[in-house]
Nanobody
Framework: QVQLVESGGGLVQAGGSLRLSCAAS????????MGWFRQALGKEREFVAA????????TYAGFVKGRFTISRDNAKNTMYLQMNSLKPEDTAVYYC?????????????????WGQGTQVTVSS
């Protein structure tokens, strides 16, 4: 089973950028499609972005609106989320998730493996 560790969170001013990383253990990273989710205080976990096993297909939540880019490097067993033009409402704990199989899924219940999360705080 793959183990996931997020990094790259922090405090940034509105309009700034952060790049999150999700490092996966094991030699089967490329057999997992991957996703980013976030959970703000007092709110449910919500989908942010997902990427296919090869990285050739991606999908985003509507609120991303071209500000975020998901990518992966299977040679490095790592997935990324480049976040630009950050807003205070982007403040949340960001989680990466993995699921074996084909396609891209956006529901949190469809992912079996989760990281511990990394805090992103955007100040106004």
């Amino acid at each position: 089973q793959v183990q996931l560790v997020e990094s790259g969170g922090g405090l940034v001013q509105a309009g700034g950028s952060l790049r999150l990383s999700c490092a996966a253990s094991g030699r089967t990273f490329s057999s997992y499609f991957m996703g980013w989710f976030r959970q703000a205080l007092g709110k449910e976990r919500e989908f942010v972005a997902a990427i296919s096993r090869s990285g050739g297909s991606t999908t985003y939540a509507g609120f991303v609106k071209g500000r975020f880019t998901i990518s992966r490097d299977n040679a490095k067993n790592t997935m990324y989320l480049q976040m630009n033009s950050l807003k205070p409402e982007d403040t949340a704990v960001y989680y990466c998730a993995a699921q074996q199989g084909f396609g891209i899924l956006t529901g949190p219940n469809e992912y079996a493996r989760w990281g511990q999360g990394t805090q992103v705080t955007v100040s106004s």
